[in-house]
C-alpha cells in the first residue's frame, strides 16, 4: 500500500497563499490511522474556511474509537504539485480497513518542530488530491501435482509475470533443496513447470521466490 500525495505549495520556504499556514519546510511527519471514518470534509478552501465539515476540534471524537502509528516519515519538500509516494505498513488494522471496501481515515501530525508542509485535499485537490495505491499479489501455492505419461507436471499460482525457482528433494529432513529448473507465472498468476527428468520415485516439490 502506498499513499501519493502533492501539493501546489511544495518548495522550502515559501509562504502558502493564507497566513494560517506555516513557512514550506522539512522534518518528521507522524501517519496515524483512525478506525472512525465517520466525518465529512468541509466546503470550504483555504482563503475561505468553514467549520461544517471536520476540523481540528473533532480529534477527540475521531480518538475515541481504536487508532494505530503507522509510520513516522521525513518530510522534505519536493516542489509544487510534485507527486511522493510514501509506502505504508501492512498492519493488521489498515489491511483489514482496506479488505473491507470502505473509507479509510489517516491523521497526519508534526513528530518535530521544524515541519511546515500542507497537501491539497480531495475537495480543493485539482489532479494533486490524495491517493492510495493498492496492489494485491496472491501468496504463492502450490495448487496440484499430477505424473502423467512419465511426465510429472507442477501447477501453483503467484505473483503475474513473476519468475520461481523450482526445487525438489527427496528426504524433507535432511532439507536439502536442489534447484531443477524456472518457473514464470502468465499475466494471471498461473504457474506450470513440466518435471521432464521425473521418476517414480518419491520427491518433494517447491516454489521459491
Not at 473533532?58 to 516519515?73: F, M, Q, V
Not at 528426504?171 to 506450470?192: E, Q, S, Y
Request: with cysteine; proline share 6%.
Amino acid at each position: 500500500m502506498t499513499l501519493d500525495l502533492a501539493s501546489n505549495y511544495g518548495v522550502a520556504g515559501v509562504q502558502p497563499n493564507n497566513p494560517i499556514f506555516n513557512v514550506i519546510s522539512g522534518g518528521q511527519f507522524v501517519i496515524e490511522w483512525l478506525s472512525d471514518s465517520n466525518w465529512v470534509e468541509g466546503t470550504g478552501t483555504p482563503n475561505l474556511p468553514t467549520t461544517d465539515g471536520v476540523c481540528y476540534d473533532s480529534l477527540p471524537t475521531l480518538l475515541a474509537p481504536p487508532h494505530e502509528i503507522l509510520c513516522t516519515n521525513t518530510y522534505v519538500p519536493p516542489g509544487n504539485n510534485v507527486h511522493v509516494f510514501w509506502p505504508l505498513p501492512l498492519t493488521t488494522n489498515l489491511v483489514a480497513n482496506i479488505s473491507s471496501g470502505g473509507n479509510v481515515t489517516f491523521l497526519f501530525y508534526a513528530a518535530d518542530n521544524a515541519v511546515g508542509y500542507l497537501f491539497n485535499s480531495y475537495k480543493y485537490g485539482r489532479g494533486n488530491e490524495p491517493y492510495i495505491e493498492v496492489v494485491a499479489t496472491p501468496v504463492l501455492t502450490i495448487l496440484s501435482g499430477t505424473f502423467t505419461n512419465g511426465l510429472f507436471q507442477l501447477a501453483g499460482i503467484g505473483n503475474n509475470h513473476a519468475t520461481y525457482q523450482v526445487q525438489t528433494s527427496t528426504n524433507l529432513a535432511m532439507a536439502n533443496w536442489l534447484t531443477i529448473g524456472l518457473a514464470t507465472a502468465d499475466g494471471n498468476g498461473n504457474i506450470l513447470f513440466d518435471d521432464s527428468g521425473a521418476t517414480n520415485a518419491q520427491s518433494f516439490y517447491r516454489l521459491s521466490q
